[in-house]
T-cell receptor, first 113, second 113 residues
Framework: DTAVSQTPKYLVTQMGNDKSIKCEQNLGHDTMYWYKQDSKKFLKIMFSYNNKELIINETVPNRFSPKSPDKAHLNLHINSLELGDSAVYFC????????????FGPGTRLTVL | DQQVKQNSPSLSVQEGRISILNCDYTNSMFDYFLWYKKYPAEGPTFLISISSIKDKNEDGRFTVFLNKSAKHLSLHIVPSQPGDSAVYFCAARAFQGAQKLVFGQGTRLTINP
C-alpha cells in the first residue's frame, strides 16, 4: 500500500501552460505539504495545510495555488508555467504538530520547455 | 539565504568502514534536527533525529552528533553497508508562526564493496 502517492511522476509541458499535480495520503494524517527541490538540490517548503486549512505559505509566486478538497488530498495547480518552474516537486504528510516525522511521496519531475 | 548546508555533495566509503556526513546550520532558533535518506525515484524517508538539548543520539548503526556551539551536526554510519548508498538530507525544525522543516541540499553516499 502506497502511503503518499503523487501523479503524474513525470510532467513535460510548454511555457505558459497550466498544469496540476495531485497528491493523496492514506496514513490518516492531518497535515500535508508541498516541497520544491530546485536545481541546487535544496528541498524547500512551499505550502502546508492542516485539515484543509493553509498554515504555511512561503514566498511562492501566486501562479502556484494549492487546493485541499479533503485532508487526504493536497493538489498543486500551477498557472502560466515558466522555465524556472522546472524542478522535482514532493508532497509529504505528517500528524498534526509532528512536523519532524514527515512521509514523502516519490516526487513529480516537472520539465518546462 | 540557506540556513542548512551540506557542503559535501558526495562521499564514497568502503563497505565496513565508517561513513561521516556533515551538516552546518546558521539559525540558533532551530530546536530539532533530523536526517532523511533518499533512494532514487523515491521520496525522502526519516532516518534519525536529535533534540537541541542533547549532543548525541544513537539508533543501531546510525549515530547523530550535535555541536551547538559550532552549529554543526554529523551522521555516523558504522559499519557502512551497500544498502546505505543513497542521498542523505539534513533538516532542522523551526517554529516561525508554524512548525516547518528546513532542509539541506543532500549528500550522495556511495558504499563500495
Amino acid at each position: 500500500d502506497t502511503a503518499v502517492s503523487q501523479t503524474p511522476k513525470y510532467l513535460v509541458t510548454q511555457m505558459g501552460n497550466d498544469k496540476s499535480i495531485k497528491c493523496e495520503q492514506n496514513l490518516g494524517h492531518d497535515t500535508m505539504y508541498w516541497y520544491k527541490q530546485d536545481s541546487k538540490k535544496f528541498l524547500k517548503i512551499m505550502f502546508s495545510y492542516n485539515n484543509k486549512e493553509l498554515i504555511i505559505n512561503e514566498t511562492v509566486p501566486n501562479r502556484f495555488s494549492p487546493k485541499s478538497p479533503d485532508k487526504a488530498h493536497l493538489n498543486l495547480h500551477i498557472n502560466s508555467l515558466e522555465l524556472g518552474d522546472s524542478a522535482v516537486y514532493f508532497c509529504a504528510s505528517s500528524r498534526y504538530r509532528q512536523t519532524d516525522t514527515q512521509y514523502f511521496g516519490p516526487g513529480t519531475r516537472l520539465t518546462v520547455l | 539565504d540557506q540556513q542548512v548546508k551540506q557542503n559535501s555533495p558526495s562521499l564514497s566509503v568502503q563497505e565496513g568502514r565508517i561513513s561521516i556526513l556533515n551538516c552546518d546550520y546558521t539559525n540558533s532558533m532551530f530546536d530539532y534536527f533530523l536526517w532523511y535518506k533518499k533512494y532514487p525515484a523515491e521520496g525522502p524517508t526519516f532516518l534519525i533525529s536529535i533534540s537541541s538539548i542533547k549532543d548525541k543520539n544513537e539508533d543501531g548503526r546510525f549515530t547523530v552528533f550535535l555541536n551547538k556551539s559550532a552549529k554543526h551536526l554529523s551522521l555516523h554510519i558504522v559499519p557502512s553497508q551497500p544498502g546505505d548508498s543513497a542521498v542523505y538530507f539534513c533538516a532542522a525544525r523551526a517554529f516561525q508562526g508554524a512548525q516547518k522543516l528546513v532542509f539541506g541540499q543532500g549528500t550522495r553516499l556511495t558504499i563500495n564493496p
